[in-house]
C-alpha cells in the first residue's frame, strides 16, 4: 500500500509556472505506475499526465502537452508536476495517483491509490 501527499499548489497569473509534489510513503514506490488528474468545480476528474513505473514512458492530455512535465525521483519517492505556460482553465483541484499495469493509463479506474489533491488557481 501506499500513502500520497501533493504539495505546491497554489495561485498564479496567467502565462505563470507552478511545481507540483507528490511524496510517497512505502518501499513500492519504484513498481508504481504515477499519475496526475485534475477536477475543476462541476466538472468530472480527468486525466492529465502519467509516467511508468521505470520513468521511460510519459503521456500527456492534449490540453497540457508542450507546457506540462512528469518526472519521478526515485530516491526520494517523489512524483513532480512542472507546469508551465499556465492558463485559466488549468484551475483545479490536483490529484495524484499510483496503480499498476501496463500500456497508458488515463482512467481514474487505473489508479488504485489517490492523495488529498492540491487546489490550482491561475487568474487572468
Known amino acids: 500500500q501506499v500513502q500520497l501527499v501533493e504539495s505546491g499548489g497554489g495561485l498564479v497569473q496567467a502565462g505563470g509556472s507552478l511545481r507540483l509534489s507528490c511524496a510517497a510513503s512505502?518501499?513500492?514506490?519504484?513498481?508504481?505506475?504515477m499519475g496526475w488528474f485534475r477536477q475543476a468545480p462541476g466538472k468530472e476528474r480527468e486525466f492529465v499526465t502519467t509516467?511508468?513505473?521505470?520513468?521511460?514512458?510519459?503521456y500527456y492530455a492534449d490540453s497540457v502537452k508542450g507546457r506540462f512535465t512528469i518526472s519521478r525521483d526515485v530516491a526520494k519517492n517523489t512524483v513532480f508536476l512542472q507546469m508551465n505556460s499556465l492558463k485559466p482553465e488549468d484551475t483545479a483541484v490536483y490529484y495524484c495517483?499510483?496503480?499498476?499495469?501496463?500500456?497508458?493509463?488515463?482512467?481514474?479506474?487505473?489508479?488504485?491509490?489517490w492523495g488529498q489533491g492540491t487546489q490550482v488557481t491561475v487568474s487572468n
Open positions: 495517483a499510483a496503480g499498476y499495469g501496463t500500456g497508458v493509463r488515463t482512467r481514474p479506474i487505473d489508479y488504485s491509490y
Open positions: 509516467i511508468s513505473s521505470s520513468g521511460l514512458g510519459r
Open positions: 512505502g518501499r513500492t514506490f519504484s513498481t508504481y505506475n
